[in-house]
């Protein structure tokens, strides 16, 4: 007998423990080198442990819904073994083969991708009774969302999730823990606002020289890159320009001292099936326009299957928060600590504004800074958020530096 523990992979600094979702093996079963055996949540991402070689699933230390801790022993592997093999049939089955409808979920066994994995658990459905779309039979996101609990006295294969209770007056209401994201994003929404002095300064902005230059460069941008030219990059791009100018809305405050940071990661706050997440763009003022599209289309598709590292979360120097991706006209984000100020964009939308004494239709776009006034002082912020417009208003002072 030769035995492999599985552990807890090395969690950042930041984060003390996790709790582990589902098993996809049982004690007895064969694995294979580098597959999946569970994965771990933690309060910022959902993390797979594969097996660490071959071999047979001799114990399973810790159950689903555990807390652990970095480096714990998980589960055993045997990789001298083999799985037993299965159980002969008994003699003589005389009875007739059971309907094709209660064979049916075996045949929708296929896995849930992370990201469908969780929205199942939490709705409390199990993912083989949900026909999956993707490849292979492979459960994906769209099909999680759109599954809802069979029925209560519905015939299944599998046992049906818990039904959801009744309130005293009658009517129905589901209670559903928090995930590890939700209950830390809520920690840290409310230390924010308890910790910080948050103020927030608007201005608006003229989206038509962006979208000019957009709809000049998109097609050969594309075919340059192989990346969509985005209206975020721009954004990126204007707010490294203001905090540049104003480095106190780059800062962050450590107890009674002032940290200037000497270069720019910004967090782009990005929606995930668990949650608000916001992976970084490091060193953002070395980036080019691709890089930044590039960059931030990666984040967008690994948000959505759970593969964002805690390294990509952690750290920031400024946030930007678009909030008119769903339709949001004005907001006052919340800023993400220990940061001092976050960006908050907003639908672009035609209205119609004066010019020159004239009323002309132009596509406006509301923006929001929200700042801790301990260290910033309402001249810097507004002069920052100004900074912000004009580079926006004027794309080509970002490509000359002016």
């Known amino acids: 007998m030769a035995i492999t523990e599985v552990l807890v992979p090395q969690l950042s600094e930041s984060i003390s ?4 979702l589902n098993w996809k ?32 699933l001799t114990e399973i230390v810790k159950g689903d819904g555990s807390t652990v801790t970095s480096g714990e022993v998980l589960a055993r592997i045997d990789t001298a073994a083999k799985a037993a093999a299965p159980a002969a049939p008994a003699a003589a089955p005389e009875a007739p083969a059971a309907p094709a409808a209660e064979s049916k979920p075996a045949a929708k066994s296929a896995a849930a991708s992370p990201a469908a994995g969780k929205i199942l658990s939490e709705k ?12 292979g039979g492979r459960v994906t996101k769209g099909d999680a969302l759109n599954a809802t609990a069979a029925p209560a006295g519905a015939s299944s294969g599998a046992a049906a999730p818990a039904p959801a209770s009744v309130g005293l007056d009658g009517r129905p209401e589901q ?47 594309e075919k340059e890159h192989g990346v969509k030219l985005g209206f975020t990059s721009f954004f990126v791009k204007a707010a490294v320009a203001a905090l540049k100018r104003y480095p106190v809305v780059n800062a962050s405050v450590d107890g009674k001292d002032i940290i200037y940071h000497g270069y720019f990661d910004i967090g782009i706050a990005v929606g995930s099936p668990r949650g608000l997440v916001v992976p970084i763009l490091r060193n953002a003022d070395q980036l080019s326009i691709a890089e930044i599209e590039k960059q931030i289309a990666d984040f967008g598709r690994r948000a959505q299957d759970g593969k964002l590292g805690l390294e990509e979360l952690t750290g920031g120097t400024f946030s930007i928060s678009n909030g008119g991706v769903f339709g949001s006209m004005l907001s006052t984000p919340i800023i993400n600590p220990p940061q001092s100020a976050i960006l908050g964009i907003h639908a672009t939308k035609d209205r119609p504004v004066a010019e020159n004494g ?6 406006m776009n509301y923006l929001a800074l929200s700042y801790d006034h301990r260290i910033i002082d309402g001249r810097e912020a507004v002069l920052a958020l100004v900074a912000m417009k004009e580079a926006l208003e004027d794309p080509q002072r970002l490509l000359l530096g002016i």
Do not use: C, H, W
């Open 17 to 20: 423990e996790a709790t582990l």
């Open 25 to 56: 093996k049982q004690p007895g079963e064969a694995v294979e080198a580098d597959e999946i055996l569970i994965e771990v949540e933690t309060d910022k991402v959902v993390l797979e442990v594969p097996a660490p070689s071959a071999g047979v």
């Open 124 to 135: 409390g459905i199990d993912p083989a009774t949900v026909e999956g779309s993707g490849r």
């Open 175 to 221: 209670r559903v823990p928090m995930s590890r994201l939700r209950a830390r994003v809520a920690e840290r929404l409310l230390q924010s606002q308890s910790e910080n002095a948050i103020l927030t300064t608007f201005n608006e902005v003229n989206m038509q020289a962006i979208m000019d230059l957009r709809k000049q460069y998109k097609d050969q941008f």
């Open 358 to 363: 004239q009323v002309v239709i132009r596509p």
